[in-house]
């Protein structure tokens, strides 16, 4: 009886504990939505002037090589505003490689293999083989038509092994350029043309042989640890090597070394890059009687520590860059701010920036040559620098599906090039002793200092995920000390293009650009000005889906068959039409 006792007590104690914890107020679990919820991401703005959204399709390694296919180009696409890679992804089905080949008009065939060797967690090998042939001809201004062949060909290998914290990447890369100088030039055969040395030398030996070539191999390695989060350390380091020649017989050997480190402390971070690029062209004992050179070294030394402060609202980098030139023309050094600052305006909407900034322009033989393809072989190479060069402007979005920027750049610059056609005096017998200028369809440079005024915009529309267009501007003000035109340099370049699903398997994309009025020198005219019209270039293109592996592709450019000329005397195709098959496995 007493256990009996005992235990009932315990059972009475219990149920009022019970009681005592049902009769406490419970808790409110209502949940009252204020608003819908909205995600915004206030730092979500392009980084770059120039939309990309990558095909998904197949896979293309990212390769760094250094040669840019620029004789005859089919589909000349202006530098600073080139057409954005809009292409509309097709998300269906991915393939690790594919097969590419196709056939056009002026004689034009193309093949293109993309294949993944090896593809894992840990590893990636890929193999990228291009080549494109056009056999056609072009008529000069002069109303002669000629020949104006090329083939382009390059190969480019990319490896990466993914460690647990960083990624080792290693790419190969060669092109092989050959085309033919076809310009117009107006050097007359059996004439005598002054030489710098005092001689005299007949036009006949003043021309170039038909036939050009550059070739470039280039190889880097990287290595690059993992992080993402802004708040942890973050460095990038790099090493290559690169090697060009061409058929005159110049070459040159190149290396690279640079890092970058990112380092946050609290609210600042600290960063430090540098790098040490250096080249040097060798010239062989014959070049050929038109050409002045010699062999030439020079290397480029650069660091750029700087601060950073980041709020919720607001950045502000303040650094330096730092920059030695060791030439065998002379040494040079530079000191530039590097200060950069941008608020937002409104969270997810707007944010403008304003900065100053200097840098060096590194220019070498092989990228002098690959900017201009037609340039002599003797062509003295020099770098330019941009001292001072200030920036603002406002950049976001309008809405989910449309964002913008707006900006404009002015910069003072020294030792800037220009291009010109390569020009010869004669003397003839008269009273008035006249002195007679040709040129020729090689090119020279002519340095300049000077400032420049750039005012830029892009708008992206976006309204629904198979459809995408863009718009884009740019005006630049050229003020020179000693030239009387930027040779060469457009004043407006506008470019519109888009890309949209027609179909369920069919994908298009088209594009609007025009290049303005730009100025040639020209020895022969009397206010040595001579006007390239603008031009209004429009591009078609198209990719049918058969089934999982195989599609139709066509490409349509210059489709208002203008005649334009890139360089004075070298017009480029004109209507252009490609078609063939892409397999994907």
Request: contains cysteine.
């Amino acid at each position: 009886m007493r256990y009996c006792y005992i235990i009932s007590i315990i059972f009475l104690v219990a149920v009022g504990n019970l009681n005592t914890v049902g009769a406490q107020e419970k808790i409110n679990q209502d949940v009252k939505v204020v608003k819908a919820y909205t995600p915004i991401v206030s730092d979500a703005f392009k980084v770059s002037y120039m939309p990309e959204v990558d095909d998904s399709t197949t896979f293309n390694p990212n390769f760094n090589y250094r040669i840019l296919s620029t004789a005859v180009s089919t589909n000349y696409q202006p530098a600073p505003i080139a057409a954005a890679k809009i292409n509309t992804a097709r998300k269906e089905y991915l393939h690790k490689s594919y097969i590419k080949g196709g056939v056009g008009n002026y004689s034009s065939v193309l093949a293109e293999l993309g294949y993944n060797i090896l593809e894992n967690e840990k590893f990636l090998l890929g193999l990228n083989i291009y080549h494109l042939s056009s056999l056609g001809n072009v008529t000069l201004e002069d109303d002669k038509t000629v020949d104006a062949t090329f083939h382009d060909t390059w190969v480019a290998a990319d490896f990466k092994h993914f460690f647990d914290d960083k990624t080792l990447s290693v790419d190969i890369g060669f092109n092989h350029n050959k085309y033919q100088y076809y310009g117009y030039q107006t050097l007359s055969d059996g004439t005598l043309y002054d030489m710098p040395d005092g001689s005299l030398l007949a036009g006949s030996f003043l021309v170039p042989d038909i036939d050009q070539r550059l070739s470039g191999l280039e190889a880097k390695i990287s290595l690059s640890n993992n992080e993402t989060n802004e708040r942890k350390t973050q460095y990038n380091t790099w090493a290559g090597f690169n090697t060009f020649g061409n058929l005159t017989g110049v070459g040159q050997a190149g290396f690279e070394l640079g890092g970058h480190l990112y380092r946050p402390i609290n609210d600042l971070t600290f960063e430090l890059g540098g790098a040490i690029e250096s080249y040097s062209t060798s010239v062989p004992d014959t070049i050929g009687t038109m050409y002045t050179f010699a062999d030439r070294s020079h290397t480029l030394l650069k660091v750029n520590p700087s601060v950073r402060f980041k709020s919720d609202n607001a950045s502000l980098k303040v650094g330096l860059i730092m920059a030695g030139v060791l030439d065998t023309e002379g040494d040079e050094f530079y000191l530039t701010p590097d200060i950069m600052g941008e608020l937002t305006v409104v969270e997810g909407i707007a944010s403008i920036y304003v900065g100053v900034n200097g840098k060096v322009n590194m220019n070498d033989y092989q990228s002098i040559m690959t900017e201009n393809a037609f340039a002599s072989a003797d062509i003295n190479v020099k770098s330019s620098v941009y001292g001072l060069n200030f920036m603002a402007g406002i950049k976001g979005n309008f809405s989910a599906s449309t964002s913008f920027t707006a900006g404009m750049e002015y910069g003072f610059f020294n030792n800037e090039h220009f291009w010109v056609n390569k020009a010869y005096s004669t003397m003839v017998t008269s009273p008035e002793l006249m002195t007679i200028q040709h040129y020729s369809n090689q090119f020279d440079v002519v340095y300049d200092d000077g400032s420049v005024l750039k005012v830029m915009g892009e708008l992206l529309y976006k309204p629904k995920k198979t459809m995408e267009f863009a718009l884009n501007g740019a005006y630049y003000g050229w003020s020179l000390d000693t030239q009387t035109e930027a040779w060469h340099m457009p004043e407006v370049e506008i470019g519109v293009s888009g890309s949209f699903n027609v179909l369920e398997n069919l994908y298009a994309n088209a594009g609007i650009k025009y290049l303005g009025e730009r100025s040639a020198y020209d020895v022969t005219d009397a206010s040595f000005v001579k006007k390239l019209d603008g031009v209004v270039d429009v591009n078609i293109g198209a990719e049918y889906f058969f089934s999982k592996q195989w599609s139709f592709w066509v490409s349509m450019n210059n489709v208002a068959a203008s005649k334009y000329y890139k360089w004075n005397g070298y017009p480029t195709q004109r209507f252009n039409a490609k078609a063939g098959i892409i397999f994907s496995f």
